[in-house]
């Protein structure tokens, strides 16, 4: 199984400032093919779902704002939030869809400082 | 609109069984694969299972394999998830989730039906 592990498990920053989570695979999820990571982000807020934030580790989903933003290729991805505001406290998760088990990372909690 | 609505979880005693299911609407149904995903109490999500659009193709988690089975009604738009021999570890919100157009990426949650397996 692929593992995902994310980094750092918790966060705070200030509001209106930069906040970047770092997720990393145990072996590379780019398919040579199309060279397209099988790499996505999600948003979870308490007591609700999950919400795709980004897939294809840079592709924004539609009507997600454009301070979120994804990077990184092969094994090492990244989750910047550009200017913190306060309704994106929640946890963020990673996920590998290059094989099946899809797998998750532990999820980063992100707070307001 | 996308929509996907989880029923059936509940307590149940260890070794006993649940089925869920997950009506869905908004969408070509039988065009998509589903799965289900779950959330231990406070932990993080784990993906348990999946079906391809047809039915033909099921995908178990190897916590679940030989205990759950994922099946699918598509005249019916439904997607039920049999549970069987049912363990404490097994406790946990479970959401159905749509894949999206173009990848394996879930691109549409429900919003979950908690089980918990207590005596």
């Known amino acids: 199984d692929i593992v995902m592990t994310q980094s750092p498990d918790s966060l705070a920053v200030s509001l209106g400032e930069r906040a970047t989570i770092n997720c990393k695979s145990s072996?590379?999820?780019?398919?040579?093919?199309?060279?397209?990571?099988?790499l996505a982000w999600y948003q979870q807020k308490p007591g609700q779902p999950p919400k795709l934030l980004i897939y294809w580790a840079s592709t924004r989903e539609s009507g997600v704002p454009d301070r979120f933003s994804g990077s990184g290729s092969e094994t090492d991805f990244t989750l910047t939030i550009s200017s913190l505001q306060a309704e994106d406290v929640a946890v963020y998760y990673c996920q590998q869809y290059y094989t099946i088990p899809y797998t998750f990372g532990q999820g980063t909690k992100l707070e307001i400082k | 609109e996308v929509q996907l609505v989880e029923s059936g979880g509940g307590l149940v005693q260890p070794g006993g069984s649940l089925r869920l299911s997950c009506a869905a609407s908004?969408?070509?149904?039988?065009?998509?694969?589903i799965n289900w995903v779950r959330q231990a109490p406070g932990k993080g999500l784990e993906w348990v299972s999946g079906i391809s659009g047809s039915g033909v193709t099921t995908f178990y988690a190897d916590s679940v394999k030989g205990r759950f089975t994922i099946s699918r009604d598509n005249p019916k738009n439904t997607v039920l998830l049999q549970m069987n021999s049912l363990r404490g570890e097994d406790t946990a919100v479970y959401y159905c989730?749509?894949?999206?157009?173009?990848?394996?990426?879930?691109?549409?949650w429900g919003q979950g039906t908690l089980v918990t397996v207590s005596s």
């Open positions: 908004g969408f070509t149904f039988s065009s998509y694969d």
């Open positions: 989730a749509k894949r999206a157009d173009y990848g394996d990426y879930l691109s549409a």
């Open positions: 072996q590379s999820v780019l398919y040579s093919s199309n060279k397209k990571n099988y």
